[in-house]
């Protein structure tokens, strides 16, 4: 059952729902192409939801009857395979829109890794609205060749790059979508636990906790509670540079 979040005010990632026009990650989103008559008009089509942790915001299979735009905290996409094994296909942080996709089920399962909050849309009065709004459509289409971009990224990791190289991309790849609200810091917070990240990378967690551990001794990063600190920036991009001749690391997990 959803249980309502009394604050938010401490969430590293955006501010639960306060109206479209005062939605903290508007600006963000692809509501950003609305002017604030249209985003009235979008928010009387919306429902906003407050979650706790490991809450399901919909399930692998499930008919896609909605859609929703991720006001804050961070929701992990899983696939389930057929043998029971699972994936972790990406993580939705504020701004991100889910259930896009014109299959008539959802593809894989949202979940909640913390308090979150988002707002849900119908999606036959969604598609409706956006025939009518071309500057809205603009920037799902723009958000779709992001989302693919993110595709694309998540299949060089997967590919010959090694483990500190996959770990390393994933931690400022974060940071750089992170960087939309203007966060800029050295500290990263991770809402995701190290399996979580493992599973998304094709490593064990014991591979990203060695990876971390060496990349500490190397005073390149500290872990700190739910997170990282940057220590040096340039050395940590220097090794997201994939050497094609490299095979033994890649090949850890």
Known sequence: MKTAIDSQKDQPCGAPHAGCYEC???SISVC?????EELHELENLSRPEQFAPRQALFLQGDAVD???NVTSGCFRL???LHDGRRQIMGF????????LSSDLEYGVSAESLGPASICRFNKAAFSSYLSRKTSLLTRLLDYAGHELSLAHEQMALLGRRSAEERVVSFLLGLRKRNERFGRQGVTLHLA???QDIADYLGLTIETVSRVMTHLAREKLIVVVPDGVRFLQMERLQSLTAVD??????????
């Open 66 to 68: 909605s859609v929703f």
């Open 192 to 194: 995701m636990p190290r």
């Open 24 to 26: 903290s990650v508007r």
């Open 32 to 36: 950003a192409a609305l002017s604030r």
């Open 78 to 80: 899983v696939n389930v």
């Open 92 to 99: 939705a942080l504020p701004g991100d829109f889910l259930g």
């Open 244 to 253: 094609p001749s490299v095979s033994k690391a890649s090949g850890e997990r």
